[in-house]
């Protein structure tokens, strides 16, 4: 009986914990519902921010965005969604956790092959 108590003690303090970061998912989720009007409709300074808190690199060629390295938790969450999807849709376990983990790295800053060193710039949104 003891254990009982203690554990249902440390479930309910888990749940505490787990609040503040639930409440960070929602308003991630409540911002993204319309994530082109919040960045079309931004001033440069909420623009930058926006780029700051989403990408940890963007790499652009000639004319073009050829690839981007986006921060985390948002890199795990983009990871994740078309596995969780193919999981719903009727794919194993394993299907879709190999298609999160492909999908992972297509958001780590890996750049398109066609393009050379001298056609890249790599713009850190840091500084």
């Not at 780590?108 to 050379?116: L, M, V």
């Amino acid at each position: 009986m003891r254990q009982q108590t203690h554990l249902s003690n440390q479930l309910s303090a888990l749940d505490g914990d787990l609040k503040p970061g639930v409440d960070l998912i929602d308003a991630y989720l409540v911002l993204l519902e319309n994530a082109y009007g919040l960045y079309k409709f931004a001033g440069d300074e909420v623009r930058r921010e926006l780029n700051q808190a989403i990408f940890q690199h963007i790499y652009v060629g000639v004319g073009e965005m050829i690839g981007s390295a986006i921060n985390r938790p948002l890199r795990e969450l983009a990871a994740a969604q078309p596995g969780w999807l193919a999981i719903r849709a009727g794919s194993t376990f394993e299907e879709g956790r190999e298609l999160a983990y492909t999908e992972g790295h297509k958001h780590r800053g890996t750049k398109k092959e066609t393009a050379s060193e001298n056609d890249l710039l790599d713009l850190r949104l840091d500084s």
